[in-house]
C-alpha cells in the first residue's frame, strides 16, 4: 500500500500496553493499529476496560507505573513518538499532539488561575513571550471558545462544568497541535451543553486543520460527531470504518450489537443489552476476546486471535478513509 | 496460596517487626531484670549516694542512695502501665464516642465533634496541671493512668468516626442492610472487622500519647510521689540539680528508656500504616 | 473576605477560651475540700508580715466565691475576671498580682516558641517537600531515618540532652537560664546577643525534635497531592517537572500542612513549656512549674487560661491567614 499524500496526521501500529501487576501483566491494550488523516475525526468507542483511554494516554506517552508500554510505534508526522527522550516528548506535549482530559473539572489546579495555567502551557514551549504577548494569545484563546476574557482571572472554582470544559479545550489549542485527543470531553455534561461544547471543539479543530480522536462510549454522540469510528474491545480494535457505513452495516458481532441498542427514531422495540460481562484483561480468554459472548461465534473463534482485516474495500484503494475493517473469523477480508 | 512464613512477613514489614521487638524489649526489661537484680534497692537509701556507675551498681546511684538500675527495672513497668491503661481506656471511650458520633449522627455527632475538637486545641497538659493540681490527693500510679487517659480519648475518636462515617454509607452496609441483617449484626460483622487497623492504630497512638502526658505531668512534679516510674525519676534528678553536678547516669538511663518506648511505638503505627495505607508508602 | 466567615472563626476563638476557663473554675470545685481555700488558710495559718494582708485577700476570695454564694454567681464574677485578665493575687509571692508575674514572663516564651516552631516549619516542611520529589539527592533519603527517630523524642527530654552535652560537657552553650544570672535587663545590643546565645539550645531541642514531624507530614501531603489529577494534567501538558512540583505539588500540599500547623499548637506549646522547665528559662512555663511546687493555684490558673488564649490567638490568625493561601475558603458559605 503507498503512503497516502502525506495527509497522515497519526500513524498507530501494534500498540501494546500492559499493567504489570503481583497478579501478572494485565492486557490494557493489546496490538492496536490505525491512521488518523489530517483533519478527519475518529471516534473510539468502547466499553469501560476496552482499553480506549489506555490509548489516548500511550499516545500522549502518559502511562504510568506498572502500566508500560511494551511495543509498537505511533508515528506523528516526522516524529516517533514512543523513540523520544523525556524530554523531547515534553516538548512534543501539546505542541504537537495535545490532550484534553476526561474530567477537566479536577485537572485544573485550584489555587492558579485560570490565565495562569494557560500561560504555564504556552511558556512551557515557547520562550521570550512578554507579558503583554501572553496577555494577547490567552484572551485570543479564551476568545476561540467563546469565553469572556475576563475568564482569565478566575479560579477554576468559579467556573461551571461546560466552562471548565471550554478552558480545556482553549489550552488543548494554545500551541496549535496537528492532533488533539478529546477523551470524554462531555460526559459530565448536561446534553445542551454537550451540543456547544462539540460544536466548539469542531468549529476550532477545522480552524486548525487538526485531527481528532474523539475517545467515548456514548455511541449517540459519536454518531453526530465523527467521520469514522473505531471500536475497542478487551484492549482490542474489533472493528473500524466511515461512520454511516459502520452503523448501517456493522461486520462485527460486537458492533452489531451496539448498534442495535441505539435507539433511533425508525427502530421502535425492545433493546437489547449485550449479555455476560466484560472478560479479564488478566487473564482474557483465548481465541478473540469476545467469543464467549458472541451470538454469532463459530469453530475457531475460542482458540484463534482473528486480525483485523479490510472487510468492505473503499472506492480509492489508498485511502483508508472509506475503508471497513474487522477483526472477526466470520469474515475472510479482501485485498486492497 | 501458601501461608508465608513468619519470615517473610516480617522481612515485608520492617518497621512493624522492628517496632514490635522494641516494645517487646522494653515490656519484657521490668519482669526479666527483677529476676537478676533486688528491687529492693530502688528504695531510698540502700546503697552510697551519688556514686557513678560501678560494677556492683551498674548505673550508679542517685541522690537518695537508690540504685538506679533496680529503680529502672522497677520503674519502667510503671510508666508502661500508666500508658496502656491509659490507652486501652482512652480508646475505649474514643471507640465508643466516635462510634456514635459517626453511626448516629446529628447534633450527637455535632456535640461530640465540638468537644472533641475544642479540647485538643486546649493543651492537655496543662489542662491535667488543673486536674491534677486540684484534685490534691496522693496520686497513685493507676490514678495517673486515669487522668492522662481524660486525654488521650480524642484523636481515636475523630478516627474511629471518619471510618465510620465512610463505611456507613458504603456499599457493603447497604447491601448487609436490605438482606435483613439487624444494627448490631451489622455493626458486628461488617464494620468491626474493618475497622481493626483502625482500632490497632488508635490504640498505639493513644498509648504514646498517654506515656508522653505521663512523663510530662510527672516531670513537673505531679505525678505519683513515691513511685519510681521514669517520668518522676527525671523530675528528682531535676529537682537535685544533677545536671550542674554532672550526674548523668541519673537522668540518662530514664530518657533512653523513654526514647525506646517512643521510637517503638512510633515504628508500630509506621508499619501499621503501611499496612493499612500500602499507596502512602511507595517511593516516588 | 466575607465577613461572616472572620465572624465564624472569632466565635470558635471565644468558645474555645470561654471553655478553658469553665474548665478551670470547675476543677477545683470538684474535689470534696475546696483546694484554693485550703491554700489561703494555709497561707494565712504560716503568718508573718503579711497576716493581715492575707487575711484581706481570704476574705475577698470568700466574698467572691464563698460557698455561701450561689454556683452561678460565682461563675459569672470569675468570666467577668477572666475578661479582665483579673486572675488574683499570686499566694507565694504576695502580693504581686498573678497577671504580673505572668505577662512579665510571656514575651520569653512567645519569642522563644514562635520563632523556634516558625523555623522547624519551615525546614521541616521543605525537607519533607525534597523528599517527595523523585530528583532529590539521594542523601536526602538518609536523613529521614535519624529525623524520625528524633521526632519521637518529647522536646524536653531533647533537651535536657543537649544542655548536657553542649552546655556541661562540651561548656559552648549556657546551662540556662534567660540571660546570664546576675545581669539585669536592659535594652542594649549585648544584652540581646546574651539572650539570643541562651536562647539557641532550647530553640534547638524544639527545632530538632519537630523538624522530623513536619518532614513527615509534608512528604504525605506531598504523596497524596502527586496522586491528583491537575499535577497529571500539567505533566500532560509538557510542563517542566520543576514548574510541575513547585506550582502545582508544593503550592498544594502546603494548604493541608498549614492545617496541621494550627491543629499542633496545642502540642507545641506544652511541650514548650517543658523545655523551659528544663533549662531555667524565665517563661511562662517556669513560672507555672513554681507555682505547682508551691500550689499557687492562682497563677497556675492564670497561666492555664493566658496559654489558652494565646493558643487560641495564633489559631485565629492562622484561621485568616489560610484563604489568602486557597482561594476557594473565602467563597465558602
Redo the contacts between chains.
Sequence with gaps: MSRADGRIALRVEDLRVHYHTERGPVRAVEGVSFELYAGERLGLVGESGSGKTTTAMAL?R?IRAPGRIESGQVQLGDLELLSLSDEQM??????RI??I?Q??M???????RVGAQIT??IQ??QEGLTREQLQERVHELLGFVELDPSTSRM?P??LSGGMKQRVGMA?SVALKPQVIIADEPTSALDVVVQKRVMDTLFRVQRDLDAAVILVGHDMGLMAQCVDRLGVMYAGRLVEIGPIQQLLEQPQHPYTRLLVSSLPSLERKGVFRGIPGITPSLLDPPPGCPFHPRCPEAIDGCATRVPELLTVVAGLDGNDARHRQQAACHLHTGVDV | MTRPSFGAMARQQPQLTAGLVIVFLVVAFGPVGSVFVDTDLSRVGSAAANTSPSAEHPLGTDAAGRDLLAVMIAGTPLTLRIGFIAGAVGLGIGTLLGFIAGYFGGWIDTLIRGAADVLMTIPGLLFLVVLATSLQATVTVNMMALVVASLAWMIPTRTIRSQVLSMREAGYVQVARLSGLGDLEIIARELLPNLLPYLAASFVSAVGAAVLASIGLEALGLGPQNEPTLGMTIYWALYYTSLLRGIWWWWAPPIIMIVLIFVGLFLVSMGLDRIANPRMWKTP | MPANYLVRRFAVFLIIVWAGATINFFMPRLAPVNPIRERLLQAVSFGGAGKTDMEAVVATYEAKFGLDQPLWKQYLRYIGDVARLDFGVSIANFPSRASDIILRALPWTLGLLTIATLIAFAIGTLLGALLAWPKSPALLHYLSAPLLALSAIPYYLLGLVLVFALGFTLRVFPLGGGFALGTLPKPSLSFAIDVVYHSIVPALSIVLSSVGFWALSMRGMMVTVQG???V?????????SR?VFI??AV??AL?PQTTSLALAMGYVVSGAVLVEVVFAYPGVGTVLFRAIQTFDYFVIYGVVVMVILAIALATLILDIVYPL????IA?KR
Excluded: C, W
Excluded at chain 1, 479536577?106 to 492558579?112: I, Y
Design positions: 500522549m502518559l515534553r516538548q512534543a506535549r501539546f505542541a495535545s490532550l482530559p474530567g477537566v479536577n485537572s485544573l489546579n485550584p489555587v492558579m504555564d502551557t512551557a514551549h479560579y472554582h468559579e489550552i | 491528583e489529577d491537575y497529571n494534567y500539567a505533566e500532560a501538558r509538557g510542563l517542566k514548574d506550582r502545582y503550592r498544594n494548604l493561601l486557597d482561594p476557594r467563597y
